[in-house]
C-alpha cells in the first residue's frame, strides 16, 4: 500500500492524459458541484419567477463567455500549435485585440438588447441582470486570454485554480446568505458574479505570466488570420449553446419562466453527467491539434474513436442510475412539487449517451482544419432543434421539450456518424471495441491494485 500512492502519482505526472485529466476533471467537478448548491439552495429560496429569470440570464451569460471563447480559444490552440516559435508574439498580441473587440460588441449587445430580452420573455428582473454583468463581460477579456494561453502550452493547473476561486466566490455568497436567513436578491447575485470573477482574474494572471508573449506591432495579417478562424468557431460555440438552450428559451417564451423552473433540474442533473466529456474534450483539442500538426489528419480518426469509447463507457452505468432512480433524485434535488420533471429527467439522460459522439465531432473538424463545416454543422443542429421543439412543445407541453431535443440528438447524431465514416473514416464498430476495451482495463487494473493492497 505504501508503494501504491506513489506509484499512481508517478504515473499522473509523467501522463499528459492524467496530468490534464485531474485538473481538468477536478475543475469540471467543482465548477459544477458549486453550481449544484447554488441551485438546490436558490430553487427553494426563490420565486419560480425569479429562479426562471436567473437560469435564463445565467444562460445569456454563458454564450456571451462561448462567444468569446469561439474567438479566442481555438484559433490561438490551433495556431500557436502549429506556426514557428517567432511568430508567437505577434499571436498573441493579435489574440488580445480581437478578443478585446468582441468584448466591446458583447457590452454594446448586452446594452442594447438588455430591455428587449427582459420584455419577450416578461421577466423584468433580467434587465438590471444584464446591465450588471456587462461590467463582467469586461473584466473576462483578459481573463479568456490568460487561460487559453495555458491551454495553449498544455498546463492546466492554472485554469483549475482561476475556475475554483471564480465559482467558489458565488458559492460562498449563496450558502451563506442562506444560512444567515438573509433573502437572496438577484441584483446582489450578479454583483457576487461580478466580484469573484475579478478576484479569479488576479489567480489566472499568476499562473499565465510564464507564458504571456506579446508583440509592440500588431500584426493585421494575425488578426485576419485569427478572425477568419474564429469566425466559424465562434459560430460553431453561439450556434452550439443556443441549440443547447432552445428547450429553455421556447419554454420561457411558448408557457413561462416557471416552467424553465419545472425543467432545469432535469438539466442540472444532465450536466453532472456530462462532467467526463467536458473534461476530455478540453484537454483533447490541444494534444489533437499538436498532433495533426506533426503526424497529419489521419491520426483525428483513432483520437475521436477511442475518446468516444472511452466516454461513453464510463456514462452508460451513470445515465442507466439516474433513469431507474430518477423519481428520488429528484425529490432530494429539488423537493416537493417537481413530480412533472422525473420523466424529463428520464428523457434527458439519453442524450448523455449521444453528447460524446456529437462533441467530439466538433473538435475533431476544428483541430484538422475544417472549422466551417463544424460551423455549417451546428447550425443545422439548430434549426432541427428549434424546429423539433416548437412542434414537441405545442404538442405536448412541458415534456414536449425533453422529446424535441430527443429526437434532435438522434437525427443529428444518424447524420454526422455517416459523415464521418466517409471523411475520416470512422467506423462505429470501433468505438464500440474501445468501449469494451476501457471495461476491460477498468477489471484489469482493479484487480491489479487488490493484489498490490491485500
Avoid at 444562460?59 to 463567455?65: F, G, H, P, R
Avoid at 505577434?90 to 458583447?106: K, P
Avoid at 444584464?130 to 473584466?139: K, R
Wanted: proline residues 4%.
Amino acid at each position: 500500500m505504501q508503494k501504491l500512492i506513489p506509484g499512481i502519482l508517478r504515473k499522473i505526472n509523467e501522463s499528459y492524459w492524467l496530468r490534464s485529466g485531474s485538473y481538468t476533471f477536478l475543475n469540471r467537478i467543482f465548477v459544477t458541484l458549486f453550481a449544484f448548491v447554488n441551485f438546490y439552495i436558490l430553487i427553494r429560496v426563490l420565486s419560480k419567477s425569479d429562479f426562471g429569470a436567473w437560469v435564463l440570464f445565467l444562460s445569456i451569460a454563458s454564450l456571451m463567455e462561448l462567444i468569446k471563447h469561439g474567438f479566442v480559444r481555438s484559433p490561438l490552440i490551433r495556431f500557436l500549435a502549429i506556426s514557428p516559435p517567432g511568430e508567437e508574439g505577434r499571436i498573441q498580441t493579435a489574440s488580445m485585440v480581437l478578443n478585446a473587440i468582441v468584448g466591446v460588441l458583447e457590452v454594446l449587445t448586452l446594452f442594447a438588447c438588455s430591455r428587449i430580452l427582459s420584455v419577450f420573455w416578461d421577466a423584468p428582473q433580467l434587465q438590471s441582470l444584464f446591465l450588471i454583468y456587462m461590467v463582467s463581460t469586461a473584466i473576462l477579456v483578459p481573463i479568456n486570454h490568460f487561460e487559453v494561453v495555458q491551454q495553449a502550452r498544455l498546463q492546466f493547473k492554472g485554469t483549475f485554480a482561476s475556475n475554483f476561486v471564480r465559482h467558489f466566490g458565488l458559492f460562498i455568497f449563496v450558502v451563506v446568505s442562506a444560512m444567515a436567513g438573509r433573502p437572496i436578491v438577484l441584483d446582489h447575485l450578479a454583483y457576487a458574479q461580478m466580484v469573484a470573477i475579478l478576484v479569479s482574474g488576479l489567480v489566472a494572471y499568476s499562473y499565465a505570466r510564464p507564458y504571456l508573449n506579446f508583440s509592440r506591432d500588431l500584426s493585421w495579417k494575425w488578426v485576419s488570420e485569427l478572425r477568419s478562424y474564429g469566425f466559424f468557431t465562434f459560430g460553431t460555440n453561439v450556434s452550439s449553446m443556443i441549440n443547447k438552450s432552445v428547450d429553455s428559451w421556447m419554454l420561457g417564451k411558448l408557457i413561462s419562466p416557471a416552467a424553465v423552473t419545472i425543467f432545469n433540474p432535469a438539466l442540472r442533473i444532465a450536466n453532472l453527467v456530462e462532467v467526463p466529456t467536458e473534461t476530455l474534450t478540453a484537454i483533447t483539442f490541444p494534444k489533437l491539434a499538436e498532433r495533426i500538426a506533426s503526424q497529419g489528419p489521419d491520426s483525428a480518426r483513432y483520437l475521436y474513436e477511442k475518446a468516444v469509447g472511452t466516454i461513453t463507457a464510463f456514462m452508460i452505468p451513470i445515465v442507466v442510475f439516474f433513469i431507474v432512480f430518477a423519481s428520488p433524485v429528484i425529490r432530494f434535488v429539488a423537493g416537493p412539487g417537481f413530480e412533472q420533471t422525473v420523466p424529463i429527467l428520464q428523457i434527458t439522460m439519453l442524450y448523455g449517451l449521444m453528447i460524446p459522439l456529437n462533441r467530439f465531432m466538433g473538435i475533431a473538424l476544428d483541430a484538422i482544419g475544417k472549422a466551417k463545416t463544424n460551423f455549417l454543422f451546428v447550425v443545422r443542429n439548430t434549426f432541427i432543434n428549434v424546429i423539433s421543439n416548437y412542434f414537441f412543445i405545442t404538442e405536448f407541453g412541458l415534456i414536449g421539450a425533453a422529446y424535441g431535443t430527443l429526437s434532435t440528438y438522434v437525427i443529428v447524431t444518424i447524420i454526422n456518424q455517416v459523415y464521418l465514416h466517409y471523411t475520416l473514416g470512422v467506423r462505429v464498430v470501433n468505438i464500440a471495441r474501445h468501449l469494451f476495451e476501457s471495461y476491460q482495463k477498468v477489471f484489469s487494473t482493479g484487480v491489479k491494485i487488490f493484489r498490490e493492497a491485500f
